[in-house]
């Protein structure tokens, strides 16, 4: 098992409690641009707790879960059979799925493709996974245009999750759906939490630990006053709040799979 895999297995139950994980407003966005067919297939690449595949119970007929984490799959089946909702579960990496090409109306991948180790391979293989005419998103962490801004966010991440790889910039994700043959509907900017989450809230899902908490609330302390608006972080009752910048991207497979380069 990979050390972000058995990260995940470890802090499982605490993604699955998580406020910035279970709603945001990229979810409901989603919802409100993709529109399914009767009986849709879904597919939840790096799903986690589960909660976006989840969101299209009662819209979806098929919703699978895609996760190299065992618990975290066990946390996504525990809570969909809480609701109710019928889910099948795969354990494996989303840079290679097992799964039948053309065979879902909706591919997703939420706060995951940060800790893919080649998100180029990730996104093809969900371009691969998807129906022609079916729709394949990512929402995940961006990175800053300014190379400046995007190294000090990079070292924040670090410290709050040792597996992060890299938050792209919105240009990185354009040219990664375009090389998968994808045709983008929507390139979006948002924020997870626009209201704030605390660091120390923040750090109680990824238990980096008490000296890595510290170092981030350093870090935030010496920053430019532009950095830290730049990044959305807000200093209130003095505790530093992170809005966790974000990207939707939304695209339509429109050739067969075996075209995509």
Sequence with gaps: MSESARRFDENAASYAASELHQDSPTIRRLHALVVLPQGASVCDVACGAGHLG?????????????DPAPRMLATFESLAKARG?????VQCF??????ASASFDLVVTRLGAHHFTDVQAAVSEMARLAKPGGFVAVIDLVGHDDPAIDAFNHRIELLHDPTHVR???AGDWHEFFERAGLAIEALELHHERPQGISIARWCETTKPGPENERAIRAELEAAPLLTLQALDVRAEDGEFHVT????LVLARSVCPPCQRG
């Excluded at 909702?85 to 579960?89: C, G, R």
């Excluded at 989303?94 to 799964?99: D, G, R």
């Excluded at 966790?244 to 990207?247: E, G, K, L, N, Q």
């Design 54 to 66: 989840l969101s299209f119970a009662g819209v979806a007929a098929r919703i699978i879960g895609v």
């Design 85 to 89: 909702i019928a889910v099948e579960s």
């Design 94 to 99: 989303a840079e290679s799925m097992p799964l």
């Design 167 to 169: 938050s792209y910039r």
């Design 244 to 247: 966790s910048r974000s990207i």
